[in-house]
């Protein structure tokens, strides 16, 4: 891992972005440890590091104030990584089908999901070896995010990840249902009820599939991008629960 910037922000939080290879990344950590915080992985949907970037770090900041270091890494294809030109043509493909109304196929979602899972899940695994072994970050670790099939993948592989908070809001490949049901660790499932972007029906049959002893779901009123506050803070208290 390459450090290649830093700032300290308002709130005394410590932002530093860093390089694996040619993966690019973002670290969050508190102004003040006296000990090696717990790790929230921030996943995100594939837009680009740039562009989700006042979300997440005012996701990372709201974890800060509750004790834990968030890290964040592009995904495959994304922002200034190389062009994936099967992953391009999978975006082509749903954007036509939605501009046009039409039902978005399971071949699209197969194409758009499934080799990114294949791809992102690795170098999530290769980013969380080199955040662990720093000083001022302890462990247990936990997920937070979309896209949900990565946080599945990363459930059923990565023993490090003790909890997830999933994001209910992007396609699932039938695929990944049947990984759902190995899934054993404590997830926190946020679902925006009349969110344009997603199968509620699906989001609901993949919570059900879930395998863990402890899942809850929580719905809220509204749209793809009107998560409410106080959501933010339900998913704290989860992690607060699971990984201290």
């Not at 694996?20 to 508190?30: F, S, V, Y």
């Not at 102004?31 to 970037?53: D, E, N, Q, T, V």
Request: net charge negative.
């Amino acid at each position: 891992m390459h450090f290649t910037s830093e700032q300290r922000l308002d709130d005394g939080v410590l932002e530093r972005g860093f390089t694996l290879g040619e993966i690019p990344g973002i670290l969050w950590t508190r102004g003040s440890a006296s000990a090696p915080a717990p790790l929230i992985l921030l996943g995100h949907p594939p837009l680009g590091l740039r562009k989700m970037y006042p979300r997440l770090v005012a996701r990372a900041r709201h974890s800060a104030a509750e004790g834990f270091a968030t890290a964040t890494i592009e995904l495959p294809g994304s922002g200034d990584r190389t062009r994936w030109p099967a992953a391009e043509q999978a975006r082509a493909d749903l954007r036509r089908a939605m501009e046009a109304g039409e039902t978005v196929s399971d071949e699209i979602v197969d194409a758009l999901i499934l080799p990114l899972v294949d791809k992102a899940v690795p170098e999530w695994q290769a980013a969380l070896d080199v955040l662990l072994s720093l000083p001022e970050i302890g462990g247990p670790v936990g997920y937070s995010g979309g896209v949900i099939s990565i946080g599945i993948r990363l459930a059923v592989v990565e023993p490090r990840i003790v909890a997830g908070g999933f994001f209910a809001g992007s396609f699932v490949p039938r695929a990944m249902f049947e990984e759902a049901r190995q899934v054993t660790i404590p997830l926190h499932v946020l679902l925006q009820w009349d969110d344009e972007r997603n199968d509620r029906q699906a989001a609901l049959d993949l919570f059900d599939a879930f395998g863990s002893k402890e899942k809850s779901l929580h719905a809220n009123m509204g749209g793809h991008t009107g998560v409410p506050q106080f959501a933010g803070d339900a998913a704290a208290q989860f992690f607060t629960r699971h990984l201290k």
